[in-house]
């Protein structure tokens, strides 16, 4: 008997625990639920805490409640001047209505896919209307606002709220790419051509005007070198004049031994005739004269 009665006491405990895990469960604070009875939709839980369901003809399903992100495949797109752009884009959304959204999308990947649709559309829509050079340098913060601003009402209908959409990389596509950098290396190599031109043309004109200063400077040079040379001569000249004038034979015995020194030099040995008049001051004649 007591062996039977422990079998009914645990079987009951069983049961108990069974049913109490398929009438109560818990929602958390970074969740949101729904209730499902049948497959169907019946109530919407967005309050964390402990909730209570029918057992067994009821079944829950969790959401998230946090900022949810989608990073989609880079996309091309034409802008207003007919260029080619692609953009690699992030959007962050959050669930806003469960109902809704397992109604519409059922999960986050469904809702992924329908959001990155809205986006794809709005940013085409947005970019047609922006010429290239703008979209990447002052004109990409409000295109991506209006871009979630759009995306958001289109989400509704979905129980979804866009926070925003932010551009990772926004680029021509790859084979433009290549064509604009060999242009921008073509045109930077003419204007570096062109500014190596025009500064040989300024250093040709430096070193000419440089060249034709020290011809210059030299023609000065020399004429001033020549009047001063010729002014010691005149002075040298005139010096020997007056030397001359004072003493003619001394003058002519000085003249005679500097070119004496300038002639002979060391071991020389000359013949010369008694008569010569060139060493006649070398000679007992011409020192007696």
Not at 48 to 58: A, E, H, T, V, Y
Not at 229 to 255: C, H, K, M, N, V
């Amino acid at each position: 008997m007591n062996t039977r009665m422990l079998g009914i006491v645990v079987f009951l405990v069983i049961v108990l625990a069974v049913v109490i895990s398929q009438t109560l469960f818990t929602v958390d604070e970074t969740e949101q639920a729904i209730i499902l009875q049948f497959g169907n939709p019946v109530a919407t839980v967005q309050q964390p805490g402990l909730k209570i369901k029918s057992p067994f003809i009821q079944n829950v399903i969790f959401f998230e409640k946090r900022i949810l992100s989608s990073d989609a495949l880079p996309q091309e797109y034409l802008t207003a001047d007919k260029k080619r752009l692609v953009v690699d884009h992030v959007t962050r959304w959050k669930i806003t209505d469960p109902l809704i959204f397992f109604k519409a999308v059922t999960t986050e990947a469904g809702a992924r896919a329908r959001l990155d649709d809205i986006v794809f559309s709005e940013l085409r829509q947005e970019l047609a209307h922006v010429n290239f050079v703008d979209v990447i340098s002052t004109e990409r913060e409000s295109i991506m606002e209006a871009v979630a601003r759009s995306a958001t009402e289109k989400a509704e209908e979905y129980g979804i709220k866009v926070v925003d959409v932010r551009t990772k990389r926004a680029d021509l596509p790859e084979e433009v790419e290549q064509s604009v950098f060999n242009r921008m290396i073509a045109e930077r190599k003419r204007e570096s051509n062109l500014f190596r031109a025009e500064g040989n043309e300024q250093a040709n004109i430096i070193r000419a005007q440089a060249d034709r200063d020290s011809t210059v400077i030299r023609a000065q040079g020399y004429e001033e070198a020549q009047r001063i040379r010729g002014e010691g001569e005149a002075e040298a000249i005139q010096i020997y004049a007056e030397a001359l004038g004072q003493d003619p034979e001394f003058y002519a015995f000085s003249r005679r031994i500097q070119a004496y020194g300038t002639m002979l030099k060391d071991g020389d040995k000359v013949v010369i005739p008694a008569n010569s008049d060139f060493f006649r001051f070398l000679t007992n004649n011409g020192l007696r004269r």
